[in-house]
């Protein structure tokens, strides 16, 4: 198994080198969407070191506080909240949780989805009607109103949120993974590994899983920037992440209460969201352009103009 | 258009939507029988001086002393009626409390549809027919546009336009000073029946900057399609034929080329519809809009699961609706898809 | 001479479902029974859709059979299970049509080539299996260092050798080539073809060589198999099949072939009419009767048998023999 998961990252990375960072770095839509998306993961990663201040100390002294620039100081750059707590550090420890949501319910979907939609490609059978009622469904049900849902009932909370999304998110994965299984098990070279004698398990992670990187590497960038408005959106409306967590959605929130007296409260958090999701999906779109000619060539489709 | 074909083939999506409905019915159900704090423990509330025996009462007289299985079927033969159970907050039926929210929201939901297509159509022709730098920059824009979470628009946008500009009302669906009879629920419809052009004015003044929230990342969506499609139509064959036939640029462009770009596009702006419905959960709560979506959010604060569970199933239906309608349009639309399925 | 394979009424029917109720049975693959000689080339040919392929597939266990046997030195293939199966496919190769299909774009040359070698020789250390490796693509006509290299830096000849070489490392006896060259330009089919035919003389290989080329067929096989929708409709040794054939489908096959031969000069064309029928809805009778020019009351009522007309020589036709 070990040696499974060695070979799939090796297969996972090769994707990730050579011909698609020589296409990304040319393309300036990625170099500023990774830039955007690299400065937020280390605010995120050294937010203890970056944060001028404790997140979570209030100052009612220093409340409402307004940035540089309108009347503040360089001791808050982007100013106080109502209860004096500084707004740059709370952004700065609120990727955190923004990012680490996000990246933890993408990677638990990709789990259960590219399982689910692998097996349900290769066996077909029963496993695969089921999972494509359930995806039926769920394209019917709009992914908001099934999380507000989820959240109804689970209550707010980091990991609620974290199984919300995962539970919201997975079908996509299925979906690609499953409709990709269908066509790779008819490929000559599954069937030439069949003919050597190799067993389900190989032909699965070993043949056709590699061949479905490039759609799961751009798939997920894109649900991880949804997931990042998502769960702001629950935090937003109070059944997301619980206060006095610095989530954005949450600081939106109480933001909204002050957007005639502190208008920075409500903007800067927003700002950071849009941000993050723009530098996000501009890398998405990069690695789709990068990754769809490669992908061609390596199979030897010749595009014909 | 309508030939005895397509007909057929809407009323079959149609009878498909039974068990969509039905899954959902489930799933709600299912969700809502699972909320911490039954009904009654809510509807008591902070009252201490209740006995045992009322509150058992009360327990039965809402059935929730039965099996899962017994609820589950009292539930869907509620649903049947259209009842899906009693509001603590109004102490009326809940589906009736919302129905009444669903005009503000529908009106909300057609504008902001409204918003998208006339900003996305023509900036989509534009960046396709211009190119070069004029096309990156509304490309890039509606990269921007869609990575805005809507409230945060709407907060911009009352930023902006109502507290520093003070050009346009930040709250509500009309001037408190203002009434119209209520025949319709679309204030701006009532307005024009009433002959009350002062409603009119102040209902299209207030909806102008929700149904921006809700149009920006749609239209941003719609833009880049467009926009792909009529380039990859303007390289086509049959358009390198029309010009060929010394057709008018103009004529080439509008006749032939808009019209097969637009009609993919169709589909993804009839799917908006539906994404307005659940969009309206998070504008309408900050523009304090009496629709559906912020009384949902309420009744999440006041533990309202009935009305929760009305919004929920409305908005779905609202949804799979707005699927349909898509796929209708596709089938009308695009000849090729006739007679293939 | 011993048979290696001897097929025995192998079937393969599809079924194909449209919509809830209605299941339709194609049937791909109808009865074939022919034998294959060690260390010779037997001919499978017929147009696209013939059967042959899935007949290719059916016998390596790659589909389930319908029906039949397929004795393998005296083992019935459609019986074997798990191990035994995995034990008998080491003896057993195939090469497919398009190179570029056939291997997994993801793999390294040494992955690709190497596999049979981690499936049926596992004990192998990782040193034997490398030198294993550059020895095989060295004897295809590759570079050793070609190993690193992934399917898509190679040509289409080239991939084709890289296939070939994974099908021959674990040194099998038999080996089905299901069209090997029809996807290679011209110049570099025969370059496969001999390569294929030295590495034949050189490992005693026995091949089922599929192709619709009737050139490169009379070229390199012995023994001529033809089909024609999920039948066998005319068997015979090389030299006797295009010297006399006899099934109408056979002339058709070869009249559409560009001659020198003078003795051929004068023989009348035949040439096949439209397109062969649906395989789910095949004419009944005869089921060449629907483009045969010779076709008479009994071919639509009634399906020929094959039977044996000369030593050696067998058709399914009532118009011949009888």
């Known amino acids: 198994m070990s040696r499974t998961l060695t070979t799939l990252r090796e297969d996972l990375l090769r994707f990730l080198g050579g011909p698609t960072v020589s296409y990304m770095k040319r393309d300036p839509g990625a170099i500023v969407g990774g830039t955007i998306f690299l400065v937020f993961v280390m605010s995120a990663l050294f937010a203890g ?21 309108f009347g503040g ?7 106080t909240d109502a209860i004096g707590r500084d707004l740059l550090s709370r952004l700065i420890y609120g990727a955190r949780i923004s990012l680490s949501v996000a990246a933890v319910s993408v990677t638990l979907a990709v789990l ?4 689910l939609g692998a097996l349900s490609g290769y066996f077909g059978g029963l496993i695969d009607e089921v999972l494509m009622r359930i995806v039926d469904f769920w394209l019917s049900f709009p992914a908001v109103l099934m999380a507000i849902s989820l959240m109804v009932v689970l209550g707010p909370g980091y990991w609620n949120v974290v199984a919300a999304m995962t539970l919201t998110s997975w079908v996509p994965f299925a979906r690609v993974v499953r409709g990709e299984f269908l066509t790779l098990k008819e490929r000559p070279f599954v069937l030439a590994a069949k003919a050597i004698g190799v067993g389900s398990a190989h032909i699965i992670f070993r043949e056709a899983l590699p061949n479905t990187f490039p759609s799961l590497i751009v798939l997920s960038t894109f649900q991880l920037a949804r997931n990042i408005i998502y769960e702001a959106s629950l935090s937003f409306i109070g059944i997301g992440v619980k206060p006095p967590n610095p989530s954005w959605g949450l600081m939106l929130g109480t933001g909204r209460q002050h957007i005639l007296d502190a208008w920075w409260i409500a903007m800067f958090p927003g700002l950071a969201i849009t941000l993050v999701v723009l530098g996000i999906n501009l890398l998405g779109d990069s690695l789709r352009d990068a990754l769809d000619p490669t992908i061609k060539k390596r199979l030897g489709v010749v595009e014909v103009q | ?9 809407i009323g079959r999506r149609i009878v498909g939507l039974i068990p969509v409905m039905f899954g959902i019915a489930i799933i709600v159900f299912l969700v809502f029988s699972f909320v911490p704090g039954d009904p009654v423990t809510m509807l008591i509330g902070k009252q201490s ?8 009462q009360l327990r039965h ?3 929730l002393d039965r099996p899962l299985y017994v609820r589950f079927f009292y539930f869907l033969r509620q649903l049947i009626h259209g009842d899906v159970g009693i509001s603590y907050q109004f102490n009326r039926p809940a589906l009736e409390v919302v129905l009444e929210r669903l005009p503000a929201t529908v009106e909300l939901a057609f504008f902001a549809l409204a918003v998208a297509i006339v900003i996305a159509i023509p900036a989509g022709i534009f960046a396709a027919l211009k190119g070069g730098a004029v096309d990156r920059g509304i490309v890039g824009l509606s990269v921007v546009g869609f990575s805005m979470p809507n409230f945060w628009i709407a907060m911009l946008l009352i930023l902006v336009f109502g507290t520093t500009l003070k050009v346009l009302p930040i709250s509500g669906r009309l001037d408190v000073t203002l009434t119209v009879e209520r025949v319709t629920g679309f204030y701006i419809l009532d307005g024009i029946l009433a002959g009350d052009w002062e409603v009119v004015r102040s209902a299209l003044s207030h909806i102008i900057l929700p149904a921006l929230s809700l149009g920006i990342p749609a239209a941003a969506l719609i833009v880049r399609l467009l926009r792909n499609n009529l380039i990859s139509v303007l390289g086509a064959e049959f358009i390198r034929a029309a010009r060929a036939r010394g057709l008018r640029e103009s004529v080439v462009i509008y006749k032939h080329a808009l019209r097969n770009a637009l009609i993919p596009t169709i589909n993804i702006v009839a799917l908006q519809l539906g994404f307005f419905l659940t969009g309206s959960f998070f504008v309408e709560t900050v523009f304090a809009w009496p629709g559906m979506g912020r009384l949902a959010v309420d009744a999440i604060y006041a533990r309202d699961y009935p009305v929760v569970i009305a919004a929920v199933m409305i908005s779905a239906l609202f949804f799979v609706l707005s699927n349909l309608l898509a796929d209708i349009l596709i089938l009308v639309t695009d000849p090729r898809t006739r007679g293939v399925r | 001479m011993t048979a290696l394979l001897s097929l025995r009424d192998v079937a393969k029917y599809f079924e194909i479902r449209r919509g809830v109720f209605e299941r339709r049975v194609v049937k791909a693959v109808d009865g074939i029974s022919f034998d294959v000689e060690e260390g010779q080339t037997v001919g499978l040919v017929g147009e696209s859709g013939s059967g042959k392929s899935t007949l290719a597939l059916t016998v390596l266990r790659l589909y389930e059979p319908t029906g039949g046997q397929a004795i393998f030195e005296g083992v019935n293939l459609f019986e074997l299970k798990g191990r035994e199966l995995t034990r008998v496919r080491r003896k057993m190769g195939i090469v497919f049509q398009d190179p570029y299909l056939s291997l997994n774009p993801v793999k390294r040359v040494r992955d690709i080539v190497g596999l049979p070698l981690k499936v049926h020789m596992p004990k192998l250390s990782f040193e034997e299996r490398e030198s294993m490796i550059r020895e095989m693509l060295e004897q295809v006509g590759l570079k050793a260092a070609d190993v690193e290299k992934f399917p898509h830096e190679f040509s289409g000849g080239q991939r084709q050798r890289i296939a070939i070489a994974r099908a021959l490392i ?8 299901d069209e090997p060259t029809s996807a290679l330009d011209l110049s570099v089919q025969a370059k496969i073809l001999n390569l294929l035919l030295d590495l034949q003389r050189e490992f005693r290989l026995t091949y089922l060589f599929i192709t619709h080329d009737m050139n490169v067929i009379k070229h390199i096989s012995d023994r001529i198999n033809v089909m024609y ?25 070869l009249s559409s072939v560009p001659t020198l031969d003078p003795r051929q000069r004068g023989r009348k064309k035949m040439l096949l009419r439209g397109d062969p029928p649906d395989p789910a809805n095949p004419p009944p009778g005869c089921r060449f009767s629907s483009r045969c020019p010779l076709a008479d009351d009994l071919c639509r009522r009634e399906e020929p048998p094959l039977v044996q007309v000369e030593p050696g020589h067998w058709v399914a036709c009532h118009k011949v023999g009888g």
């Open chain 1, 112 to 115: 259960v989805g590219v399982s």
């Open chain 1, 49 to 69: 070191v970056v944060a001028p201040h404790d997140p979570y100390q209030a100052d009612l002294a220093n409340s409402l506080q307004p940035p540089v620039g």
């Open chain 3, 170 to 177: 674990v040194k099998p006896k038999f080996l089905i080539l």
């Open chain 1, 73 to 79: 100081s360089w001791e808050h750059p982007l100013g």
């Open chain 3, 229 to 253: 929708l999920g039948k066998l409709v005319e068997s015979a040794e090389t030299e006797e099949l295009f010297e006399r054939p006899l099934h109408p489908y056979t002339r058709a096959l």
């Open chain 2, 1 to 9: 258009m309508l030939d005895s074909d397509l007909l057929r083939l």
């Open chain 2, 61 to 63: 007289k809402y059935g």
């Open chain 2, 49 to 56: 001086d209740v006995s045992e025996e009322f509150i058992q």
